[in-house]
C-alpha cells in the first residue's frame, strides 16, 4: 500500500480549506450556484435527484484497513450508514448536506483520501487491476505506474479543462481485467528484451458512441511514459472538439483524425515534452515503488483450505467462484461478493466495511481493493485462513458466492438516484438475481456477465456486458433495451443490439428467457454463454426473446 | 396553433440538505407536492419560476416540472418526478421515509 507523504498531506489541507470557505461563501450568498457549481464539482460533490452526492476517489481501487475504516465512519456520521462502490472502484455517499461536506472531506484528508477529479473535465481516477500485485500471470505491480500518473494528473494545470473527461487503466498483464480497452488511455506493462515498457491504447469509451480503443504505440519506454501521456494530453487538448459534449471525448477525436493522423500529432508534440522532463518522473516512479508495501507471504500449510472444501458444500460452492488463485500457491485472491441477491450492487454498509477492514487487518495483510465491477477484494489471503474469512462473511451477509455468475450485476444508480439517469437499474439488478435465486440455476449457467446502465451514459458498462441493459425514457415510459455479445476482457467486444426493447415489468422475464436458451442451445456445460452467442450469433437469441411461444419456455 | 400548456409546479433542490422542494403559491418552499402550487398559465408559470431562481440563498436548480391536477393537489406526469417525490426504491430512503413537512 501507497503511503502519503508530507507534502500530499500539505496540499490535502490547503485545497480543503480553500473548499471550506467556498461552501461558507455560498450558504452566506456570496457565491450564485453558477460560481459554485464548478467548485463544489471540482471537489467531486454532486447534486443527485434527491440530495448532494459526494464521490471519493479510491485511487486504482487500493485501500487498507484505516481508510476503509473511515468510509465506514463517514457513512454513518454524514450519511445514512452506507456507501456505494462504483463501477469506477471510487465510493459515493448518496445523502451528505452540504454544510457537512468540508468535515467530511477534512476526515478523509486525515487517511490521505479526498474527492479531487472525480468530476469535471480532467484525468479522472486511475484505475487498474484488482488483482495486482497478487495475480499469478502480471509481470510486475502496476499500481506504482498508476500512482505516478495520479500524482502528475492531480491538479495538472495545463489538464484542467480538457475538451472532456479522461480516463487512464493501468494493467501488467495479458489478461485484462480493468476493463482497459474501454479507457481513453489503457497502459498494458510489457517487457521486450529485458527492458519495461507500455503498450499504449487509446480512444476507447462506452457511452452513446461505444469504441474499443486502439493501439497507439506497441512498445513505449517506461522512462518516456509521462512525457508521452503528456503529448497525447496535448495533442487531444488541442484537436479535441468543444462544440459539442458528445463528440468530445478522445474516442471521437480518433476516429474523426484517424489513428494514423493522431498519433503523428503526438509523436510530433512528444520530442518537445520530452526535453522538458529532467528524469524526476523516474525518480519519482522509484520512490513510489519503494513506498509500495509488497506483503511478505510466510509459507502456509493449505490442509485446513482443502478439508473444508471437502466437508462443506457451502464453503465448496463459495471459494469456487470467489477466490482466485494467487502467485503464491498457498495463498488465494478472496473477492468479497457485494451482490447479495436482491440487494443493490455496490452497497456496503458501514458495520460490513468495518468487518472487512478487520478481515484485511488479520488475515489480509492489511490490504483491500474494489473492483469496477463493484465488489471487494482481499488479495492476499493464506488458504488456510479462508474458512474463517467466508464463515466470518456470511455472518456479516457477505457470503455469496456468485463472482463472474449471473447475479455479480454491475449496475449504475440509474434513476434511483442519478440526475442523469433515463431509467431505474437498481431494481433491475435486483430483479434479475433475486430470480436466479429462485431458479437456482445460475451454477448451472456458470460465467454470465449482465451490465445494467441507467442512461446512455454506460456508466453500469452495459456495452461490454454478455448481456447489457439500457434503461431510457420512451415516450415516458421506461424501456430496457437489450445488447447480446459485448465481452470487457482483453478480447474487448461492444455488444449488438436485440431489437426492440421491453418495459419495466418485462425486462426480468426477458433476460431469464435468454438464460433459458442458452442452456438449450449450449454444446456442453463447459461452452460459456459468450462462447455460444459467439458460435451461433443473434438469431436463436432473437427467437427466444420476440417469438411467442418462446414464452411457455421460461420456466415456472 | 400553439399547444396547449401543460399545468407546472415550480421545483428545485434545497440549498443545504439538497433535497426536493416545491414552490407553494404563498412563496414558502414545501417538501411536500400537494402543498404546491399548480401553474395553469404559461406566462404566470415563467414568472414564478424567475422568482424562485432570483432565491438563490435558499434552492438550487429551480425548473418548471409538469404536473397533472389531482384530488390531492399535483400529481406527477413524469416517473422522474414521482421519484422525486417519493425517494429511491431500493431503499426506504428520502421523502417516503419522512414525515410531511408542513412548514
Known amino acids: 500500500m501507497y503511503r502519503h507523504t508530507e507534502f500530499d498531506r500539505a496540499f490535502l489541507a490547503e485545497r480543503n480549506r480553500q473548499f471550506r470557505a467556498q461552501v461558507e461563501r455560498r450558504i452566506a450568498g456570496h457565491l450564485t450556484e453558477d460560481e459554485f457549481k464548478p467548485l463544489r464539482l471540482m471537489n467531486g460533490l454532486y447534486l443527485q435527484l434527491h440530495a448532494y452526492m459526494l464521490r471519493v476517489a479510491i485511487p486504482y481501487g487500493s485501500l487498507d484497513p484505516a481508510k476503509m475504516r473511515q468510509l465506514a465512519y463517514l457513512a454513518e456520521r454524514w450519511d445514512k450508514g452506507y456507501g456505494h462502490f462504483t463501477t469506477r472502484t471510487n465510493i459515493q455517499y448518496n445523502w451528505p448536506k452540504l454544510s457537512d461536506v468540508p468535515d467530511m472531506l477534512d476526515a478523509l484528508a486525515q487517511v490521505g483520501m479526498h474527492a479531487i477529479q472525480t468530476s469535471g473535465n480532467t484525468i479522472r481516477n486511475v484505475t487498474s487491476d484488482h488483482f495486482a500485485g497478487a495475480a499469478a500471470d502480471e509481470i510486475e505491480d502496476p499500481r506504482p505506474v498508476a500512482e505516478l500518473i495520479r500524482q502528475w494528473s492531480t491538479d495538472h494545470p495545463e489538464f484542467q479543462f480538457l475538451p472532456r473527461k479522461f480516463k487512464i487503466a493501468v494493467i501488467a498483464s495479458e489478461t485484462d481485467r480493468a476493463v482497459m480497452k474501454s479507457h481513453d488511455v489503457g497502459l498494458r506493462l510489457v517487457g521486450r528484451a529485458g527492458a519495461r515498457g507500455f503498450q499504449v491504447w487509446v480512444g476507447g469509451g462506452m457511452g452513446r458512441t461505444p469504441m474499443v480503443a486502439r493501439l497507439l504505440r506497441d512498445f513505449l519506454p517506461e522512462a518516456d511514459l509521462l512525457p508521452y501521456l503528456e503529448a497525447v494530453l496535448a495533442s487531444y487538448n488541442r484537436l479535441g472538439r468543444r462544440d459539442n459534449k458528445y463528440k468530445a471525448r478522445?474516442?471521437?477525436?480518433?476516429?474523426?483524425q484517424g489513428l494514423d493522423a493522431f498519433r503523428d500529432a503526438v509523436e510530433a508534440e512528444f520530442p518537445r515534452r520530452r526535453a522538458v522532463f529532467t528524469g524526476i518522473d523516474r525518480d519519482r516512479l522509484d520512490e513510489i515503488r519503494a513506498r509500495f508495501v509488497t506483503p511478505r507471504l510466510p509459507e502456509r500449510d493449505a490442509a485446513a483450505y482443502c478439508s473444508a472444501r471437502d466437508a462443506d458444500p457451502v464453503f465448496r460452492a463459495w471459494s469456487d467462484t470467489n477466490v482466485t488463485p494467487h502467485r503464491h500457491a498457498d495463498h488465494g485472491i478472496v473477492t468479497i461478493s457485494l451482490k447479495a441477491h436482491g440487494a443493490t450492487p455496490g452497497d456496503a454498509s458501514a458495520e460490513q466495511m468495518r468487518l472487512v477492514a478487520d478481515l484485511a487487518e488479520r488475515y489480509g495483510h492489511g490490504d483491500i481493493r474494489v473492483s469496477h465491477a463493484q465488489n471487494l477484494v482481499l488479495p492476499h489471503v493464506a488458504l488456510s485462513d479462508i474458512p474463517a474469512v467466508h464463515a466470518a462473511l456470511r455472518a456479516a451477509g457477505l457470503g455469496t458466492g456468485n463472482i463472474g455468475l449471473a447475479s455479480d450485476i454491475i449496475a449504475c444508480p440509474?434513476?434511483?438516484?442519478?440526475?442523469?439517469?433515463?431509467?431505474?437499474?437498481i431494481p433491475v439488478a435486483q430483479g434479475i438475481a433475486t430470480r436466479l435465486e429462485e431458479l437456482k440455476i445460475e451454477h448451472e449457467v456458470g460465467p454470465l456477465q449482465i451490465k445494467i446502465s441507467g442512461c446512455?451514459?454506460?456508466?453500469g458498462h452495459h456495452h461490454v456486458g454478455h448481456i447489457g441493459i439500457l434503461g431510457l425514457d420512451r415516450a415516458g415510459v421506461e424501456n430496457y433495451?437489450?445488447?447480446?455479445?459485448?465481452?470487457?476482457s482483453e478480447t474487448t467486444a461492444i455488444g449488438t443490439r436485440t431489437g426492440p426493447g421491453f418495459a419495466y415489468d418485462e425486462i426480468v422475464p426477458a433476460v431469464e428467457r435468454l438464460i433459458f436458451a442458452y442452456l438449450d442451445l449450449r454444446e456442453s456445460p463447459e461452452e460459456t454463454f459468450l462462447e455460444t452467442f459467439n458460435r451461433l450469433g443473434m438469431a436463436p437469441f432473437k427467437s427466444a426473446?420476440?417469438?411467442?411461444?418462446a414464452r411457455a419456455h421460461a420456466a415456472e | 396553433m400553439a399547444r396547449e400548456f401543460t399545468p407546472k409546479v415550480v421545483t428545485a433542490n434545497a440549498l443545504i440538505e439538497g433535497d426536493v422542494v416545491y414552490l407553494t403559491a404563498d412563496d414558502r418552499w414545501t417538501r411536500d407536492l400537494a402543498e404546491a402550487e399548480l401553474l395553469t398559465d404559461e406566462a404566470e408559470a415563467d414568472y414564478r419560476l424567475l422568482q424562485a431562481q432570483a432565491r438563490a440563498g435558499e434552492v438550487v436548480g429551480a425548473y418548471l416540472a409538469e404536473m397533472r391536477p389531482g384530488p390531492h393537489g399535483p400529481e406527477p406526469a413524469h416517473f422522474r418526478e414521482a421519484f422525486r417525490r417519493t425517494g429511491p426504491s431500493n431503499r426506504f430512503h428520502g421523502k417516503q421515509a419522512e414525515e410531511p413537512s408542513r412548514a
Open chain 1, 456 to 459: 446512455i451514459n454506460a456508466c
Open chain 1, 250 to 256: 478522445i474516442k471521437i477525436t480518433v476516429h474523426e
Open chain 1, 481 to 488: 433495451q437489450i445488447t447480446l455479445g459485448g465481452d470487457p
Open chain 1, 414 to 425: 440509474g434513476m434511483d438516484y442519478c440526475a442523469l439517469a433515463t431509467a431505474r437499474s
Open chain 1, 545 to 549: 426473446l420476440y417469438d411467442g411461444e
